[in-house]
């Protein structure tokens, strides 16, 4: 596997059901995101990890829940959504030099859908 | 509030043709201005970017055109092929933001044969 890699590709989950979303890089990266793609909105950055400590976190839901147990991984667990939680969710990584643009590599999103 | 005016939503050129993606911005901090292209299926990726002191960058067939005094920033695809036919997002970067990136609304480029 190369690059940035993410499980499932497609979810269909109840709004009482939980799930987990994950992602994992094989790029040597220590910063991983979780962004939420809407049509006809911008990419939202939800959720910014740096050396697998929290950095960022943009107001979301409790409902959503990261875990990030090593530079290499990260989750995005899901607990009682609302239908306007259907989205299609990136992961991406970069290096976090700070200072600097680090270029960050999207995995191919998990599209999912709430009933 | 949208940090990132970004115009077309939609877009269908000729191949051939020369496309034309246009963005705007109001935070004076920002100093980075990448480009990601996203085809169906995957996730954006980086195609060209640029920095405020510079006014043009081209790479291939992609050119960024920056105007820091209008405060908006341009893509133009010559030659479009049907292959470029994708997604593309302008975003912007503030070097005190971490690694915070503020994306436009992205602009869907249909290429025509």
């Known amino acids: 596997e190369t690059g940035v890699t993410q499980t499932p590709r497609h979810l269909v989950m109840g709004m009482t059901n939980k799930k987990s979303l994950k992602c994992e890089q094989h790029?040597?990266?220590?910063?991983m995101y979780w962004y939420k793609q809407s049509a006809k909105k911008p990419l939202e950055l939800m959720f910014v990890?740096?050396?697998?400590?929290?950095?960022e976190n943009n107001s979301v839901p409790s409902r959503f829940s990261p875990e990030c147990p090593n530079s290499s991984h990260l989750f995005l667990h899901l607990h009682t959504l609302q239908p306007e939680d259907s989205a299609l969710y990136l992961c991406a990584s970069s290096h976090a030099r700070s200072g600097s643009y680090n270029e960050q590599f999207f995995g191919p999103g998990t599209r999912l859908t709430v009933l | 509030q949208q940090q990132v005016k970004q115009s077309p939503q939609s877009l269908i050129v000729q191949k051939g043709g020369i496309s034309i993606i246009n963005c705007a911005y109001e935070n004076t901090a920002f100093d980075y201005f990448p480009w990601y292209q996203q085809f169906p299926g995957k996730g954006p990726a980086l195609l060209i970017a640029?920095?405020?002191?510079?006014s043009e960058k081209k790479e291939g067939r992609f050119t960024i055109s920056f105007n820091k005094s209008a405060k908006q920033f341009s893509l133009h695809i010559m030659d479009s092929q049907p292959g470029d036919s994708a997604t593309y997002f302008c975003a912007a970067w503030n070097s005190g933001g971490y690694q915070k990136v503020t994306f436009g609304i992205g602009t869907k480029l249909q290429v025509i044969p």
């Open positions: 640029i920095r405020p002191d510079v």
């Open positions: 790029l040597g990266h220590n910063a």
């Open positions: 990890y740096s050396l697998e400590e929290r950095v």
